[in-house]
């Protein structure tokens, strides 16, 4: 049983592709590599550099290597580019997975694990959010995952097929044992970007919106360790084979930081001022996101290891002292 792995060069991507490795579990990686990186995945990986719309590359794949799974990460993952660019992220998270689901149903592959996201949410009313309120996304990358999960589930009734829709809250952190870690050049997310002002790759940050309804006026997330998150999908994937039935989870702790709690973090951790400024709201963010968690300890028997702030920021300064010396945006 092989596991055919998209985006497994990515940043959550690339974490799964090693705890799947770590258990021994046999892995092809799919990945055009516009934001992934080859050297992080473990060596002994096949790697196919290919576009997940390409349904005669995914025939091949999934005939030749004995596919009985599919991990879905490849997508556009950046919530304001999507509010400038709609289409294209229709075109690579909702058309491009339409066409990997219809790879799966023509080759017989039964399990189909997919990354969604807190975005699918926008501003719930309920908070923590339990995944079965009404899904109403203010962003058209929200709207893309919560296509994507629409059609999986109609898929799931039609077809032998039946699939995990992991919505992940903010992920964050990096491999505990510094092998991969969140390599994206120009990354928009809050953690690392704060990493990177720290060690002046970044001149300053800047905190987007002063004024949300929330305690200090600052966005509140929920940040999950990616390896915790990892270990999920290895959990969402030994579910679907035992029990042959779908599941939609919540992947965070169910505890929200504020923007400026986790800048305070940093400084905690780095023992060092950062460079901060204010400016205005970013297009398409949601004020307060945090996970309702009940469903994922239930279902998937899930015990985070990471779950402390200090500890995935200090993972993530890590892998961003590590990237300096690496040296792999030259
Ligand atoms: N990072 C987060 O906080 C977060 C939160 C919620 C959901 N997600 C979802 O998790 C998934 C992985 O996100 P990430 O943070 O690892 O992003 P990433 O950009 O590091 O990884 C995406 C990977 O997919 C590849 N890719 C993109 N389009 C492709 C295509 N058409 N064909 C083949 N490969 C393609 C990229 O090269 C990259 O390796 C995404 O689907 C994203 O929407 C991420
Ligand atoms: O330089 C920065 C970056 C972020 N923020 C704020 O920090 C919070 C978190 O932002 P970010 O780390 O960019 O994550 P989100 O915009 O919440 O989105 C992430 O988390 C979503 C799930 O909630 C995923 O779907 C997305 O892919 C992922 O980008 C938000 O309030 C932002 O406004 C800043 O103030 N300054």
């Not at 987007?208 to 200090?216: E, I, K």
Request: glycine content about 8%; overall charge negative.
């Amino acid at each position: 049983m092989t596991i055919l792995v998209t985006g497994g060069c990515g940043y959550i991507g690339s974490h799964t592709v090693w705890a799947l490795a770590d258990r021994g579990e046999t892995v092809v990686v799919l990945d055009n590599l516009s934001t992934g990186f080859d050297w992080a995945i473990p060596p002994e990986v096949t790697l196919v550099r290919g576009d997940i719309g390409d349904a005669t590359l995914l025939d091949r794949i999934i005939t030749t290597q004995g596919i009985d799974a599919i991990i879905h990460f490849a997508g556009s993952i950046i919530v304001p580019e999507s509010v400038v660019d709609p289409l294209a992220y229709y075109y690579n998270n909702t058309v491009k997975s339409r066409d990997l689901m219809a790879a799966a149903v023509r080759n017989g592959v039964e399990n189909f694990v997919f990354s969604s996201t807190a975005a699918v949410y926008g501003n719930p009313e309920v908070i923590p959010v339990p995944e079965d309120v009404p899904l109403r996304p203010v962003s058209p990358y929200g709207s893309s995952k919560l296509m994507t999960e629409i059609m999986l589930a109609d898929t799931a009734r039609a077809h032998d097929f039946r699939y995990a829709a992991l919505r992940y809250f903010n992920v964050a952190g990096a491999d505990p044992k510094g092998r991969t870690g969140q390599s994206t050049k120009g990354a928009t997310h809050l953690i690392k970007v704060a990493c990177e002002a720290h060690l002046g790759v970044r001149s300053e940050i800047q905190v987007f919106g002063t004024d949300y309804d929330t305690p200090d006026g600052t966005g509140v997330r929920d940040y999950i360790h990616v390896a915790d998150l990892a270990e999920a999908h290895v959990l969402a994937l030994g579910h679907l084979r035992a029990t042959e039935t779908s599941l939609v989870a919540n992947c965070g702790y169910g505890r929200g930081f504020s923007v400026l709690e986790v800048l305070a973090a940093v400084e905690r951790v780095t023992g060092a001022k950062l460079p901060v400024t204010y400016g205005p709201r970013r297009l398409g963010d949601a004020s307060s996101i945090v996970a309702r968690v009940d469903r994922i300890h239930e279902k998937l028997d899930w015990h985070p290891q990471w779950d402390d702030l200090d500890t995935i920021v200090g993972h993530a300064l890590a892998w961003e002292k590590q990237l300096l010396t690496k040296n792999v945006h030259r």
